[in-house]
């Protein structure tokens, strides 16, 4: 079975201050991991997403997250907050027969 | 091109009555997902078509939810004898679709909030 766990619904951070948004993964087969961010009365946008290839993986607007098979982690980090990051963040796991499990999301605030 | 598209954005009904939600995929989108919110809960799997394959309905939560697709074209969301668990924003998705297992990406809409009195 496939899930996703996010710790914490809700992060607040200083603006410049470094983002960790927690991500946890059970799959019983290699997963493909994904990062969606919701903004404010918008649809949810992929961020970047994990395919097996590199554990680092790069996605928009200087966010990352590393794949950890060890820990069963996939966290998003950013070095440095922005106003325009706050939004609500979604983790998700691609199970097999295309579908996917998403997390609660984190509410991500950045405080001036 | 255009995004994904779902109208209403936002539909108030009572209770018993059936609505429907419609989503307009990204042209040449062969895959469309619908999925459900709940407040302050995540993404919650509901359907998934995939070209002219039989879609997979594993995520529906009751024999009040159904939904069809044309083609590769639009989808409707229909729930009949509305509940108030029923209340949540309705997300539908696209993809290009995969083969082999190639990993695809889900493009969103900006979803139908549901309020069921």
């Known amino acids: 079975a496939q899930s996703v766990t996010q710790l914490g619904s809700h992060v607040s951070v200083s603006e410049g201050a470094l983002v960790l948004l927690r991500c946890n993964y059970s799959?019983?087969?290699?997963?493909?991991l994904f990062w969606y961010v919701q903004y404010p009365n918008q649809g949810l946008q992929l961020l970047l997403k994990y395919t097996s290839a590199a554990t680092l993986v790069k996605g928009i607007n200087g966010f990352e997250a590393e794949f950890k098979k060890s820990e069963t982690s996939f966290h998003l980090t950013k070095p440095s907050a922005h106003m325009s990051d706050a939004a609500e963040y979604f983790c998700a796991v691609r199970a097999t027969g295309n579908q996917f499990y998403f997390g609660t999301g984190t509410s991500l605030t950045v405080i001036p | 091109g255009a995004g994904v598209s779902q109208s209403p954005s936002n539909k108030v009904t009572e209770k018993g009555k059936d609505v429907e939600l419609r989503c307009d995929p990204i042209s040449g989108h062969t895959a469309l997902y619908w999925y459900r919110q709940r407040l302050g809960q995540g993404l919650e799997f509901l359907i998934y078509f995939q070209g002219n394959s039989a879609p997979d309905k594993s995520g529906l939560p009751s024999d009040r939810f159904s939904a069809e697709r044309t083609g590769e074209s639009v989808s409707t969301l229909t729930i009949q004898r509305t509940q108030q668990e029923d209340s949540a924003v309705y997300l539908c998705a696209s993809s290009h679709g995969t083969s082999g297992g190639a990993i695809d990406t889900q493009y969103f809409g900006p979803g139908t909030r549901l309020t069921v009195l």
């Open positions: 799959s019983s087969v290699p997963p493909y």
